[in-house]
C-alpha cells in the first residue's frame, strides 16, 4: 500500500494531463478516492453522499511538500482538481492564509492540464486564475497544478498574555489584550513547526459569486466545501509529521530522510505540523482511533488530554451523532495570543501553556514570573497560605479545569462547524458559541450540573465580567471577525456572552426538548453550510409554542448590547470562581483601567480602601501582569 500510493502520487505530479477532463458515462471511484474514503467510517460513506453527492466528485488535492526544519523552509507541489457540476467553471479562486501576515508562501509554475497559466492574486491571500477564454464544461474537472514555496517565521515568544495570563488562563482565553495574527498557525520553533494554510485550499463563493472572505487578524482562519486529499509530506530523520486523515505510511527515503502519507476524505481543511521530540498515546472509541501527541516531556498532560478527548468523543457521539472519521488526533502546540486551541476536521491543537499550566499555575506564567515571591508573600499577608494547600495549590485545580474545558471545546468543533459548515469569518458567532457550550453540557454530562453552573461563571460571564472591569464596552456579537476592536472584545462577546443565548433558550424549553433540537441540527445540516437563525429553528421545531420567544432571545444575546442586564455587574465571584476563600484577592478592584463606576458597591471594594499604601502598591505591581497585560 506504501509503494502504490508512492507511486500514484508521483504520477499524478509529473503525468501531463488535459486542462480539464470529462467525466466517464458512468462514474467510477478512482484508486485515489478510494484511498481518501478509508478516512470515513464505513457506515458513513452513504451518509456523506445523501449530503455531498456522489463522492468521487468532491474537489481532490494531491499535495507533495518538503520541510528543512533547519532552515524553516518548506515547498514541494499541489494539484487542485475541480469538477464542474451544474454550470461552466469561469474561474478558479486559491486561498493561502499564511499571507494574512505578510508574503510567507508564494505560489508559482502554474500548469493547467500541462500547459503554463498565470495567477492573479487580487488580495494578499487569494489567487484567482480566470478560465474565462475557455470555460471548463459541467461533467469536467479542472485540473490546476501550482509549485509552492515558503518560509515559516519563527514563533513568537511565549507571554504572560499568550499564556493567557492567570485569570485569562482560568477562563480558558486570553488575559490582557493579545494583539490579532494567527496565533502560530503558521510558525516555527526549534522543535515543531506549524504548517497551517501551506496547502492553497479553494474558497466557498458566496451567491455573488465572490469567494468567502479570508482571515481578519482576529478568530479563525477561514473553513473550505469538503474535500479529499492525498498528501506525502518530507522531513529529516528525527521529525514526525502530523495531518488530517489515514496515515499511509512512513517511506525511508536514500537521503535518510522519511516521507509521511496521508489520505483524507470530505474535510474542510487540511492541516500540518512537523514536530521532533514527541510522543504519542492511542485509544479507540466507537470505532475512532484517538491520538494524543505531545512533547515528551509532557507526558503527564498529554496522557490525561487522551483520557478527557476520549470520554468527550464518547459522550458526543452517543448525544449528537457519530463523527464521521476514523481517526481523531490531539497536538500539543506553542500556539501564541491568548488561544487555548485550534480546529481543524479530525485534528486539534491544544495550547502547550495549557499542559504544563496544568501542573503548576507558576509554570504557566512563563516558569517562574518575576513577583511571583512576592504575590505568595502578599497572599500570606491577605490570609491565604501557599504552597500546595495554598492558593498555587487550588491554582492547579483550577488550571486542570482549564485544560479540560479547552479539550472539550476543541472536540465540540469536530461538529460545530467541522461537520456543521458555518463562515467563521462572516458569521463566527455560529460555530464559536455552540462549541463553546456544548464543552460546558459536556461537563455537566460527566461532573454533574455543580461543577458546570461553576465553569460557567468562571469561563463566560467571567470572560465578559473582566472584559467590562477593565474598560471594555459591550456590543453585537453576531458580527463579521473583522469588526471587533481586538481579541479581548471579541473573546468577551463571541466566547463569553453568545453561548449564553443557548444557556437561555435550555431554560425556555427545556432539556429533553433542547437535546432533541440539537440532535436534529446536526443531522440536518452535517456535511452541510448551516445558517445563524438555523439552530433557532430546529428549537422552534422541537418547543412550537416557543418560537417567538426563543427568536427574541436570539436577537438580545447577539444582536443587542443586553450582557450588564443579563449577567449583572462585574463581579470578583464570577471572576476567581476556581479560588475558595480567597477574599483577600478583592483588592483586584484597584486595578488600573477597570472601570471603576462599575466596582462601586462590590463586595470587599471598601476593604481594599483601608489597605496601607505598601500593600496597594504591590497589587498595582503584581495584577496586571497576571492578568496577561
Known sequence: ???????????????????????????LVSPEVQLCLQHLKPAERERAAKALGPLEELPLYRVQLEVDPET?????????????????LTELYLRMTPNAQGRRVTLSDAKLGGRPVKLERPEPTLYRLSLESEPVPPGAAAVLDVAVEGLVPRAAAPSRGAAGGLLGG????????????????????????SLVGVVPQVPPVGENGQPWDGPQGIGDLGLYEPAHVLATVTVPSGWAVHATGVPMGEIPERDGRVRYAFAAAAVRDFPLFVSRGYASTTATVNGVTVESHYAATDQAAGERVLKYATSMLAEFERRLGPLPYTHFRVVQAPLSGGAGGMEFPGLVTIATQLYRGAAGASEMLGGGMPGMEDLEAMLGMLGQSGGGGGVLGQLNGAMERTLEFTVAHEVAHQYFAGLVGSDPILEPVVDESLAQYAALLYLEWKHGKKVAESVRQETLVGQYHLYRMTGGKDGRADRPTGHFADEMEYGALVYGKAPLLHHASRKLVGDAAFLKALRAYVDTYRFKWTCKDCFTKELAKASPANASALERLRTRWWREAKGDEDLGKPRLESLLGGFEGLEGLEALQSLPGMDLEALQGMQGFEAFQEMDAQSKELLEQLIPGLMGE
Open 1 to 27: 500500500m506504501r509503494t502504490f500510493l508512492h507511486g500514484c502520487l508521483l504520477w499524478c505530479a509529473l503525468s501531463g494531463t488535459p486542462a480539464w477532463g470529462r467525466a466517464p458515462a458512468e462514474p
Open 170 to 193: 482560568l477562563m480558558g482565553g486570553g488575559g490582557g489584550r493579545p494583539s490579532g495574527g494567527d496565533h502560530g498557525a503558521f510558525s516555527a520553533t526549534a522543535d515543531f513547526i
Open 72 to 88: 524553516r523552509g518548506v515547498k514541494g507541489r499541489v494539484q487542485v482538481e475541480v469538477l464542474a457540476r451544474k454550470r461552466p
